[in-house]
């Protein structure tokens, strides 16, 4: 044997040890990675109101072991108050954190406004948007739903009577009755008026409540910073909400407030439609005084929108797998599965008008899969949306 | 093939000594190459280890739905859940008072809190920057009513007319006779009662402001109403204990919650009703919440998910209606044949009708504080044991520490405190006087004392009582603290005396509530609960949870 073959058959010994030896130590550890063996986490962090929604989705999902690349993709959702994340987003508590994980993949607030408030915070740190707006990663509704009064029936009877329809302007004028259900024609054992608003620091429907008031008390359906810092406007935006029996407790679950605790908490309030469709049962089963529905002149809504975090904390096989989650809460079985918990569906395909639909069963008590003749109001600019919210605090919240 | 055949013995040697230098450098390599594996299969090892994870959650919660939550822990732990990684899922409950829950949570000792209502929520988060309350739902309802002896309801009106916070606090002014109470602000239930309070004094049933509580007619408005109160006690369960152990002669109304009016109902022959007050009442809400603590991991995420899932589900759901309150699951009907939520229980389904406009978290605290003030204060003398068997076991060091402690936490300038140590006999009295002028003077005697002689209980506490009668202060509080661990042997009064004198006295003179602290096994648990169970008051042990909260639970009394 010469030298040349001497050293031929120990490289391709050496070979064959390191070979043998790597695959020896990975089966007996189990600990270093295989980078095509590895699950693709999807982390979506999701708005509180779609979350049970959501939550389903991705367990059936998840069961069909989809894949992307020959890796399986797997979805986990954290439920997580709109207004809480973007506080988080706005102080870095995701994307500066130690861990990659506590990124999110994808973020489904209750709202556009709140994606346009990241990319506001971000575009002054970054120079560009966070959450895009156009192209394949766009930020896309996965449902909607409308906001609209919901009032006990019985309270409905007395203000329509007075007022002929219920709108903010005699919900206000409701609110300010010196003597209360009295001087509006209603019981005395029912107190004051009382409206539900959730507290915009905790939920954003209610600053939604209020760029829906500050809308009809301008009979307009855009909102500036001058409106809503306009001193007689706040007069009666304060009187108005002089009205709401508790911001304390009162968060996410405004809906379940009526139902749980009934006219004793609330008379009615601008609520979100499919919570209250979900409630209109147990609410009849509880208070024996079905609530009415009634859609307001400005409409506002929660467009719910899927948005994938463009940051470089997650790569582009998890953005990719985020979106494959996207496309699968878009498809007909899942969307179904939104409108029978009284979402209306982003999917056109998915009809909300069919007999066993929530929209369909409560149309005697006003709900309606078609709205007429309403005026949508516009996003406002983060400046006025800053504004409500100030004005909140300093009128509101520390009261 | 001469040339292959006839080998130089110098290149064999120089060919062997190159298979040994190149085998030993593969050698080498591979004695590196399985050293590094070695050690990255070592660091992988520990790196998994090192970071020690825990799926265990700790819940504190609202002493009133003690038996409930003990059930349903039981119940949860039993079911040996898992979290994926195949950590248990297990929870350690803790139960204590609303308020105090809010200041165990701001201080990190908990992972999850259920206070008795989400109002106490704001409170852990108030002045916090990031929130401490996470995830957070509900799992049981309750509105707070006045309960009432069902004829003394119907007395005020009950049920054609309804009776509101102003009927109950016009009767307490007007009717010396009249006995109430609601608990310490450090509920729900006495938080409500006492906000009713503020709201009455300011003449209005909302938009309370910070001015109105600190304005001087409604702060007399309500110290005025403070005096009629009987008890405070420990959170409502303590109360409707007293009055199941006393009787209808005890209390004539109290601020509890509904289930309990049905919980007493279901326990006694004398029926109660729940008054709705027609101003409004106020809800216990029962939130389980997640706290966003430093370190908290996902695995104890996935416990407090199970958790909640747990107390929503069916099962839990019909056991707490089952429990007298409202399940949160709106499919299981109340006025169902088997639901305890109805008249004859003394209770409405349909009620409330309106609730009072719960103000900010910051005019909570100032109610709070405002209350303390309002409150009655009180005279309070100290009776402590220092007979020789004090002196055994470390026990007379322990009174020492305990009384010490209980000195330093009076709080205010209002409370009057006295000494009365005895042995033999009673010795060196120091009468009652305003705290804040002999708080060192007391601590300098309590550090004094020494024990030896025999144990003169029953004369001490007759001394103090006679006193206190003797003073017949009715603006305060009265009330004796003893702390003894032995047997009476050396007193001149005898036990049914002093408690006849008592009874006769409470009735006709002063009230006075007696409170026994007991020390080692040595001490006559019936002579302490026979002068306790006379006077309204309790007897307890000397663990080191009492004696380190015994002036905040005393305060609950007075």
């Not at chain 1, 609110?175 to 905790?202: C, E, H, M, Q």
């Not at chain 2, 007319?161 to 729900?188: C, E, R, V």
Request: proline share 4%; with cysteine.
């Amino acid at each position: 044997m010469n030298r040349t073959r001497i050293i031929f058959f120990a490289v391709i010994l050496l070979a064959l040890i390191i070979v043998g030896v790597s695959f020896l130590v990975s089966q007996l550890s189990g600990n270093i990675p295989s980078p095509t063996a590895q699950p693709i986490q999807v982390r979506v962090v999701s708005a509180l109101s779609i979350e049970p929604w959501v939550q389903d989705a991705a367990q059936k999902f998840n069961a069909e072991k989809r894949t992307q690349d020959g890796r399986t993709i797997v979805v986990t959702v954290t439920p997580m108050d709109s207004v809480v994340a973007l506080g988080k987003w706005d102080r870095g508590e995701f994307t500066l954190s130690d861990s990659r994980s506590a990124v999110p993949t994808a973020w489904i607030p209750d709202s556009r406004y709140l994606v346009e408030l990241v990319n506001a915070t971000y575009s002054a740190k970054l120079g560009r948007d966070v959450f895009l707006t156009d192209g394949e990663y766009r930020a896309r509704p996965v449902v909607t739903s409308l906001f609209s009064w919901g009032i006990y029936d019985s309270r409905y009877q007395v203000l329509t009577k007075k007022f002929q329809t219920v709108d903010w302007k005699t919900i206000h004028d409701a609110a300010i009755a010196k003597g209360g259900w009295p001087d509006l024609g209603g019981d005395k054992s029912w107190g004051y008026f009382k409206l539900i608003v959730p507290n915009p620091r905790k939920n954003a429907a209610g600053l939604l409540a209020m760029v829906s008031a500050a809308g009809e008390y301008y009979d307009k359906v855009t909102i500036s910073t001058e409106d809503v810092t306009n001193p007689q406007f706040q007069k009666w935006l304060k009187e108005l909400m002089g009205s709401v029996t508790d911001f304390s407790s009162l968060s996410a679950y405004s809906v379940e407030d009526l139902a749980l605790f009934g006219y004793s908490v609330g008379d009615g309030g601008q609520l979100l439609e499919s919570d209250l469709l979900v409630n209109m049962q147990g609410i009849q089963t509880r208070w024996s005084d079905p609530l009415r529905i009634v859609y307001p002149k400005y409409l506002t809504w929660f467009d719910f929108p899927f948005t994938i975090w463009m940051g470089t904390e997650t790569s582009a096989a998890e953005k990719n797998a985020a979106l494959q989650f996207e496309k699968y809460l878009l498809s007909t079985p899942i969307q179904t599965a939104a409108a029978a918990r009284g979402f209306r569906p982003a999917n056109t395909e998915v009809s909300i008008a069919g007999n066993d639909s929530l929209f369909v069963k409560w149309q005697g008590q006003g709900a309606n899969a078609r709205v007429a003749s309403t005026s949508r109001m516009r996003a406002p600019d983060r400046d006025t949306l800053q504004a409500l919210l100030r004005w909140f605090d300093l009128n509101v919240g520390a009261k | 093939m001469k040339r292959k055949g006839n080998r130089n013995p110098e290149v064999k040697k120089t060919t062997g000594c190159a298979l040994l230098v190149v085998f030993g450098v593969l050698g080498s390599m591979i004695a590196a190459l399985c050293g590094i594996v070695f050690l990255i299969a070592v660091l992988s090892s520990s790196e998994t280890t090192s970071a020690p994870t825990t799926a265990t959650i700790d819940l504190a919660y609202s002493l009133e739905k003690d038996a409930l939550m003990q059930d349903i822990v039981a119940r949860f732990n039993r079911a040996n859940n898992k979290t994926p990684s195949g950590l248990p899922m297990k929870i350690n409950a803790t139960k204590m008072e609303a308020a105090d829950i809010v200041d165990a949570a701001r201080a990190g000792k908990f992972t999850a809190i259920s206070p008795d209502s989400s109002l106490w929520l704001a409170q852990v988060d108030a002045g916090r920057d990031a929130p401490l309350v996470g995830e957070s739902t509900r799992f049981a309802v309750t509105p707070i009513v006045i309960a009432m002896w069902s004829d003394a309801a119907q007395a005020l009106g009950y049920p054609q007319k309804q009776i509101g916070w102003q009927d109950l606090l016009a009767k307490a002014k007007s009717d010396a006779n009249f006995k109430w109470s609601h608990p310490s602000t450090s509920s729900a239930s006495g938080l409500l009662a006492t906000l009713a309070e503020f709201y009455a004094g300011a003449n209005k049933t909302r938009a309370l402001t910070e001015d109105d509580v600190k304005n001087r007619a409604t702060l007399d408005y309500v110290a005025a109403l403070e005096k009629t109160v009987r008890y405070y006690g420990e959170g409502e369960q303590a109360t409707i204990d007293q009055v199941l152990a006393r009787g209808r002669s005890y209390l004539d109304a109290f601020v509890v919650s509904e289930r309990l009016v049905i919980y007493f109902n279901g326990k006694s022959s004398q029926k109660l009703v729940a008054i709705y007050p027609a101003e409004g009442t106020l809800w216990q809400d029962h939130p389980l919440a997640l706290l966003e603590q430093p370190g908290l991991t996902d695995d104890q995420r996935l416990t407090y998910r199970r958790l909640r899932d747990f107390v929503l589900s069916p099962e839990i759901q019909k056991l707490i209606l089952q429990s007298g309150y409202r399940p949160v699951d709106l499919n299981l009907r109340l006025d169902d044949p088997a639901s305890p939520i109805k008249k004859s229980n003394g209770v409405d389904p349909a009620q409330p009708q309106t609730t009072l406009q719960m103000p900010s978290a910051a005019i909570i605290e100032t109610v709070q504080a405002s209350w303390y003030l309002a409150k009655r204060p009180a005279n309070i003398y100290l009776v402590a044991d220092t007979s020789g068997s004090m002196g055994e076991q470390n026990k007379m060091n322990q009174a020492i520490d305990a009384l010490t402690t209980f000195l330093d936490q009076v709080q205010g300038d209002r409370d009057r405190v006295g000494l009365v140590p005895f042995s033999n006999r009673v010795y060196s009295t120091i009468a009652p006087q305003d705290i804040s002028a002999q708080r060192a003077m007391l601590k300098s005697q309590v550090k004094a004392l020494r024990a030896s002689g025999q144990t003169a209980l029953l004369d001490a506490v007759s001394f103090a009582y006679d006193d206190l009668q003797k003073r017949g202060d009715r603006d305060r509080i009265n009330a004796i603290v003893v702390m003894t661990d032995g047997i009476e042997n050396s007193s001149s009064i005898k036990l049914s005396q002093l408690t006849d004198k008592v009874r006769r006295g409470n009735a006709s003179g002063v009230p006075v509530v007696i409170f026994c602290i007991g020390y080692g096994s040595d001490a006559d648990w019936n002579v302490l609960n026979a002068l306790a169970d006379a006077t309204g008051g309790f007897a307890r042990r000397a663990d080191p949870d009492t004696i380190s909260k015994l002036y905040k639970i005393l305060s609950t009394y007075f």
